[in-house]
């Protein structure tokens, strides 16, 4: 699925801000803000948002494509309004982050990777999201990390987002 989109006005003044932290010969460094901002604004980053973004800042699609790919951060496809991240690494594993995903899944009727058909959740599988003595933890909007996460804790969380939801 992609989208043709055009720059804002707004977005090109974001870019601006970020570009300007780099020399002019090494523009190229911004790409990951760049992507953040197309992600903050539309929810995801379309192959079409990765040609904007190269387009804007002078280097190839498939070169923004590899950021884009690389890191887990960036959506490439769209997701609810709360993606949850639970990280299944080996700590993690070991204090029962599978059990963790496994039981949002099951609390919310999707699989491993899947949206909710409200649109408000997205569940994922995380590699180390760097909190291993917190085990097991979550990610919410790639923003707020969630420790301790046995399923009451679970339950309060995802009570607590349906509730915010839009």
């Not at 494509?65 to 960036?74: C, G, P, Q, R, S």
Request: net charge negative; aromatic share 6%.
């Amino acid at each position: 699925m992609t989208d043709k989109i055009m720059l804002s006005e707004q977005t090109k003044t974001r870019f601006d801000r970020e570009l300007a932290k780099y020399p002019s010969d090494q523009r190229v460094s911004a790409v990951m803000a760049c992507l953040s901002i197309i992600q903050q604004e539309r929810g995801w980053v379309s192959p079409d948002s990765e040609k904007a973004i190269a387009d804007y800042i002078g280097m190839p699609a498939i070169a923004v494509h590899e950021v884009t790919t690389f890191y887990n951060m960036y959506n490439q496809q769209p997701v609810g309004q709360f993606k949850l991240n639970v990280c299944t690494n080996l700590p993690c594993q070991l204090r029962d982050g599978q059990k963790a995903l496994l039981h949002v899944c099951e609390r919310l009727g999707v699989e491993v990777g899947g949206t909710t058909s409200d649109g408000v959740f997205t569940v994922q599988q995380s590699e180390c999201l760097g909190a291993c003595a917190d085990a097991p933890v979550a990610l919410v909007n790639d923003r707020h990390m969630v420790s301790y996460m046995s399923n009451d804790r679970l339950d309060e969380l995802l009570s607590t987002l349906k509730a915010q939801a839009k």
